[in-house]
């Protein structure tokens, strides 16, 4: 039963592809399905940079961490430092990631410092 409200929806009712948008690789069905539709695919795109940014962030923290754990009297000290970095990390994306499928719901963007101006590119 439906209390008489109605829920706001987009032209076209774009919601399943606005968050796919923001999946991680899931960002390629928007991608390739919606070419005609601009803001899917700024969003598609925008959800990719941000995804390749968190992996190449995670990889040099890993690669950082793994150096520098070879240091004597530093291995355990790095690994609960690098333990750390990579959860806040990984919360720090999934933030963004709530907060972008958010604005994106509503019909707006959010731009990320960096990460923006670089999706703009394609």
């Given at each position: 039963?439906?209390?008489?409200t109605a829920s706001p929806?987009?032209?076209?009712?774009?919601?399943?592809?606005?968050?796919?948008?923001?999946?991680?690789l899931?960002a390629?069905?928007p991608?390739?399905?919606?070419k005609?539709?601009?803001?899917?695919?700024?969003?598609?795109?925008h959800?990719?940079?941000?995804?390749?940014a968190?992996?190449?962030?995670?990889?040099?923290?890993?690669i950082?961490s793994?150096?520098?754990t070879m240091?004597?009297g530093?291995?355990c000290?790095v690994?609960?430092v690098?333990?750390?970095?990579?959860m806040?990390?990984?919360i720090?994306y999934?933030?963004?990631?709530i907060?972008?499928?958010?604005?994106a719901?509503?019909?707006e963007?959010?731009?990320v410092?960096?990460?923006?101006e670089?999706?703009?590119?394609f």
């Open positions: 039963m439906s209390d008489g929806q987009l032209p076209g009712d774009k919601t399943a592809m606005l968050i796919l948008s923001y999946l991680g899931l390629l069905i991608l390739l399905v919606e005609e539709d601009k803001n899917v695919q700024w969003h598609a795109k959800g990719l940079v941000l995804f390749a968190a992996v190449v962030l995670s990889i040099v923290l890993w950082v793994a150096i520098v240091v004597p530093l291995g000290l690994s609960v690098s333990f750390f970095a990579s806040g990390l990984m720090g999934l933030i963004v990631v907060v972008a499928i958010m604005k719901l509503k019909g963007r959010f731009l410092p960096g990460i923006s670089y999706a703009s590119r």
